[in-house]
C-alpha cells in the first residue's frame, strides 16, 4: 500500500499507525440536532496525519514509564482551590460511570455519574480495578493537559475540531453518520455507543469501552470516530459555530475555536475552568438521551476534568513523504 502526505519528525514508524487526510472542503456542523453544533458551513482544511486508532492504555503507560508523568486525576487537591468542599472529598479522584439499578429519570445525571477517590487512568472504575485485560482499551481518565502532554512526547499535536470533524467524516460531506444518513441497520455493529436501555441494562458488549479497532473503519481509514470516547480537540469551545461565509472566496481554512475566556461556563459562574471541544461520543451515546456519536457533534469540557469516557487521538503535520508497506 502506498501512501503520501507529509513526512512526520518522529519518523515513518509513527506514520504508519496514522491516515492521510488530504485538503478538502466541507460541511462543518449540522442544523439539524443539537443547537451548538449549527450552523453548517463550509471550512477548507488542509491536508495531515491523525491516529487510525484512539490512544490506548498501553500507549500511555510507555510515555508514562518514560516519563514519570503524573496524570491531574492522580495529583492531590489544594484545598484552597475547593472552598467549603468536605475534606474527606480533597483527594486525588476521577468522575466514574456507575449503572443505575433500573430506569431513572434521565434529566438527572448525577444518578449514573459519581466522584470515585483513587479513580485515574490506571484505575478506571477506582480502587480495586485495573488495567488487566485492556491494554488495548482506550485510555481514559485524562485531562486536557495529560493528552497535551502525551502528543508532545509523540512529536505530534492534538487535532483542531475541523480537522477531527473532516477525518471522522471520511469523505462523506454533510451526512449524519460516520457511515452515512441511516442509523446503525439491526444486527450489524458499526461503533461503539449504548445499545439497550440507558442507564441500567446495556445490551451484551456494550456499556464500557471496547479495544480500539473493534469496529470498521470509516472512509479515512480511521477507527472509533463514533462511539468508544469523547475525543479531546485543541480548540476552545464556543456555544455556536461562525456564521456561513457569504461568498465561496471567504470560506474559512484551518478554523481555530474562538477566545479561551468566551469558553467559560456561563450557567456556572462559580466555576472559572475553560472548557475544549470534545468530539465523537462515546459508549454511553444513547439515542434516547445523547445522540452524539455523529462527526458533527460537539461538547464542552472543562481542561481540568477527566472521565471515565474521556479519551483523545493525535494528528500530524510536516512534509511529504511516500511511504510503501
Known amino acids: 500500500m502506498s501512501v503520501a502526505g507529509p513526512a512526520p519528525g518522529s519518523g515513518s514508524a509513527?506514520?504508519?499507525?496514522?491516515?492521510?487526510?488530504?485538503?478538502?472542503?466541507?460541511?462543518?456542523?449540522?442544523?439539524?440536532h443539537y443547537r451548538e453544533e449549527a450552523p453548517a458551513h463550509s471550512v477548507t482544511v488542509s491536508g495531515f496525519w491523525i491516529d487510525r486508532h484512539q490512544?490506548?492504555?498501553?500507549?500511555?503507560?510507555?510515555?508514562?514509564?518514560?516519563?514519570?508523568?503524573?496524570?491531574?486525576?492522580?495529583?492531590?487537591?489544594?484545598?484552597?482551590?475547593?472552598?467549603?468542599?468536605?475534606?474527606?472529598?480533597?483527594?486525588?479522584g476521577s468522575l466514574v460511570f456507575r449503572r443505575t439499578p433500573g430506569p431513572v429519570d434521565l434529566r438527572h445525571l448525577s444518578q449514573w455519574w459519581a466522584w470515585a477517590p483513587g479513580a485515574c487512568w490506571r484505575r478506571p472504575e477506582g480502587p480495586g480495578s485495573s488495567?488487566?485485560?485492556?491494554?488495548?482499551?482506550?485510555?481514559?481518565?485524562?485531562?486536557?493537559?495529560?493528552?497535551?502532554?502525551?502528543a508532545a512526547w509523540a512529536d505530534k499535536t492534538l487535532p483542531t475540531e475541523a480537522q477531527w470533524e473532516l477525518a471522522a467524516r471520511g469523505g462523506l460531506d454533510g451526512t449524519t453518520y460516520t457511515w452515512g444518513n441511516e442509523p446503525e441497520p439491526r444486527g450489524e455493529r458499526l461503533a461503539n455507543y449504548w445499545h439497550g436501555d440507558f442507564p441500567w441494562r446495556p445490551a451484551p458488549g456494550y456499556g464500557r469501552t471496547t479495544p480500539v479497532g473493534s469496529f470498521p473503519a470509516n472512509g479515512s481509514g480511521v477507527f472509533d470516530m463514533a462511539g468508544n470516547v469523547w475525543e479531546w480537540?485543541?480548540?476552545?469551545?464556543?456555544?455556536?459555530?461562525?456564521?456561513?461565509?457569504?461568498?465561496?472566496?471567504?470560506?474559512?481554512?484551518?478554523?481555530?475555536?474562538?477566545p479561551e475566556r468566551d469558553s467559560l461556563d456561563p450557567a456556572q459562574p462559580q466555576f472559572e475552568v475553560a472548557r475544549k471541544v470534545i468530539k465523537g461520543g462515546s459508549f454511553l451515546c444513547a439515542d434516547s438521551y445523547c445522540l452524539r456519536y455523529r462527526p458533527a457533534a460537539r461538547r464542552p469540557q472543562m481542561v481540568d476534568t477527566g472521565m471515565s469516557h474521556i479519551g483523545f487521538r493525535c494528528a500530524l503535520h510536516g512534509a511529504m513523504l511516500q511511504l510503501t508497506h
Open 14 to 32: 509513527a506514520v504508519a499507525e496514522m491516515a492521510w487526510v488530504p485538503q478538502a472542503t466541507f460541511l462543518m456542523g449540522s442544523d439539524a
Open 233 to 258: 480537540t485543541a480548540d476552545w469551545f464556543s456555544s455556536r459555530h461562525p456564521e456561513p461565509a457569504g461568498s465561496p472566496c471567504c470560506v474559512p481554512r484551518d478554523p481555530r475555536g474562538g
Open 131 to 150: 488495567l488487566d485485560g485492556r491494554e488495548r482499551h482506550p485510555v481514559v481518565h485524562v485531562a486536557y493537559e495529560d493528552a497535551e502532554r502525551f
Open 55 to 92: 490512544v490506548t492504555n498501553r500507549d500511555f503507560a510507555a510515555f508514562v514509564a518514560q516519563t514519570g508523568y503524573v496524570t491531574v486525576a492522580e495529583r492531590p487537591l489544594d484545598p484552597a482551590d475547593f472552598p467549603g468542599a468536605p475534606a474527606e472529598n480533597l483527594v486525588p
